[in-house]
């Protein structure tokens, strides 16, 4: 089912509400600041929506411009909201504002970069020795790198 042509896929948005609330960003106060529902940004976290209207798209947006790189201490928030935004954030293992490209966060196969080499060995490697949560793509590499050694032990065993 194809969206209506006064709609957007949802990836992106999801991705700088997630963003912010890594930051610290707390629902309530992404509510206030988007003027979209607890409903609706509850659902694009949870990456439920998978289409929004442009001028949602355009205002999330805006405001990921302009609180990405800010405090939310300095604006208000609690913090005891910003620690538990950034619980669930990290629960959920969503991707901090540094990890996404401008260009391409809106692009559905684009993956977060993390450590920079994310999807690799290497990016896995990174998390580690970094203490940064492990991401599904450096999950899946760390997953084919076992693979790999089990086969090489296999045949070493039957060699």
């Not at 912010?20 to 929506?49: F, H, I, K, N, Q």
């Not at 289409?51 to 005891?80: E, K, M, N, Q």
């Not at 260009?103 to 999807?119: E, N, R």
């Not at 690799?120 to 790198?145: F, K, M, V």
């Amino acid at each position: 089912m194809t969206a209506p042509a006064d709609t957007v896929s949802a990836v992106g948005t999801a991705r700088r509400l997630q963003a912010l609330a890594v930051a610290g960003w707390p629902v309530s106060r992404l509510c206030r600041e988007t003027g979209l529902s607890p409903y609706r940004v509850d659902r694009l976290l949870m990456g439920v929506t998978r289409a929004v209207p442009v001028d949602d798209a355009r205002t999330v947006a805006a405001v990921y411009d302009r609180l990405s790189t800010v405090s939310p201490g300095v604006h208000g928030v609690s913090h005891i909201a910003a620690r538990a935004a950034r619980e669930r954030a990290y629960t959920a293992r969503w991707a901090p504002a540094a990890a996404w490209d401008d260009d391409t966060i809106d692009d559905p196969a684009t993956i977060p970069q993390w450590t920079g080499h994310c999807g690799t060995t290497r990016g896995a490697d990174a998390h580690d020795r970094d203490g940064i949560p492990l991401c599904p793509p450096c999950e899946d590499a760390l997953y084919r790198r076992r693979l790999r050694d089990a086969a090489h032990a296999a045949r070493r065993t039957h060699a």
